[in-house]
């Protein structure tokens, strides 16, 4: 395939996660590419070092603003987005911040979707303010919500779809209508569905952020976050958010594994998919449990939109236990199999209970408020055989319907 995949759209997703802009014949014919461990890159001339510069010659710099290994995976990621480029972070956050510290100054306004990662959710609810930059939350399920919040000085509209962790879906093709009219930037953070699911460019938004610390890389081994947009754009963020206001650089090597992750994205979004809706399913039917939130579900409020927008409904789910956050406490120390922790998209299955770890950045009356109840409990089903997750959650349910608890709320 080698050079043939750098030019041509037409090869499909899982062929171009696994082939795109990398040619082995460029580097000895080594199957994966080389890690480049330099921190620096000689230039040819001192002419040329001053066109690096200029902007005048793309050639490589200094790892803050660009590696040749780290360079194969942001352009991949960008043809996988639909995007024209893309930039590599440490961090989910280090790729959220690189974007709003290049886009926002005092007196401007971002608007957010009222449910959102508890850190982006506590940049902009107690620090954006201390840099003269307003944010504020409206409810994002309904574009017509924004077209009334919407002003001269929204510079940028944000949102996660679906949230976390409530699993809330925003209409990003009827919401990018609304910011073109307005000439504000639309931002869509798109970790929880990766472009296999979703591709928010497409639908009209400006600029798709990603913590690939999550599914893209997919194996809980690296941290990492993504940008992917216009060159325009990436250049902007590239040169002022990273560059010179963040420095969330990316490491050769964690952009390596990313790689490495990406080339099985869609077979394990599909089994990430196909778990999550039977877990669900069987979870909706459960005498513990309250509620169950998750898009796939025909009951689910949203379920039309999601059909619409995502090409399967991924591989999280949210429920409440009867009993609240107590329930939910004695559940998770019941688990045998399912691990507790925070981050998702692993190949181990994971719940977390948002209140107190996650999104303990929202006061409780902001959760209320936001959307979220303290009972809520995230799931990010693993790659596990299903037999075994769902046997270990009902387990672990039925030994807390013995101790009685749900049944005390
Ligand atoms: C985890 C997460 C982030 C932050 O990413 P890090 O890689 O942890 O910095 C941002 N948005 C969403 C939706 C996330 O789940």
């Not at 171009?16 to 330099?38: C, E, K």
């Not at 025909?298 to 991924?314: I, N, T």
């Amino acid at each position: 395939m080698g050079k043939s995949t750098n030019d041509a759209r037409t090869f499909g997703f899982s062929t171009r996660a696994i082939h795109d802009g990398y040619d082995p014949q460029d580097y000895h014919g080594a199957l994966n590419p080389p890690v480049f461990l330099s921190s620096t890159f000689a230039f040819p001339s001192a002419e040329q070092g001053g066109q690096r510069f200029a902007g005048e010659d793309r050639g490589f710099i200094y790892h803050r603003v660009g590696n040749p290994g780290v360079d194969i995976v942001e352009r991949r990621l960008a043809h996988l987005e639909g995007g024209e480029a893309g930039l590599l972070t440490s961090s989910g956050m280090g790729a959220i911040t690189a974007v709003l510290w290049t886009m926002l100054g005092q007196g401007d306004e971002i608007i957010a979707d009222k449910t959102l990662y508890g850190c982006t959710f506590s940049l902009l609810r107690h620090h954006a303010e201390r840099f003269g930059i307003k944010a504020r939350f409206v409810d994002m399920t309904d574009p017509a919500k924004l077209a009334e919040a919407i002003g001269p000085s929204t510079k940028i509209v944000y949102c996660e779809t679906p949230a976390n962790p409530n699993m809330r879906i925003c209409d990003i093709a009827g919401l990018s209508d609304v910011c073109t009219a307005h000439g504000a930037t639309f931002v869509v953070d798109n970790t929880y569905c990766t472009p296999y699911l979703q591709r928010p460019l497409e639908l009209g938004a400006d600029i798709v952020v990603h913590s690939a610390t999550k599914y893209l890389s997919g194996h809980g081994d690296l941290l990492a976050g993504a940008v992917v947009a216009s060159r325009e754009i990436i250049d902007k963020v590239r040169f002022v958010g990273v560059k010179e206001m963040n420095g969330a650089v990316i490491s050769s090597f964690d952009a390596y594994l990313l790689m490495r992750g990406m080339k099985t994205l869609s077979l394990r979004m599909d089994r990430h998919s196909q778990s999550a809706s039977r877990l669900a399913r069987v979870l909706a039917g459960h005498d513990t449990v309250e509620a169950v939130y998750y898009p796939g579900l025909e009951d689910f409020p949203q379920h039309d939109l999601a059909k619409r927008q995502m090409a399967a409904f991924g591989g999280m789910v949210a429920l409440e236990l009867k009993g609240g956050f107590e329930s939910g406490r004695r559940f998770m120390d019941a688990l045998k199999l399912v691990t507790t922790a925070v981050s998702l998209g692993d190949a181990e299955t994971l719940v977390q209970h948002p209140a107190s770890m996650t999104h303990s950045t929202y006061a409780p009356e902001e959760r209320a408020r936001h959307g979220f109840t303290d009972g809520l409990i995230r799931i990010s089903v693993g790659l596990e055989d299903y037999a075994d997750i769902e046997a270990d959650i009902l387990e672990a349910l039925e030994r807390l319907n013995r101790s009685g608890l749900s049944a005390s709320a």
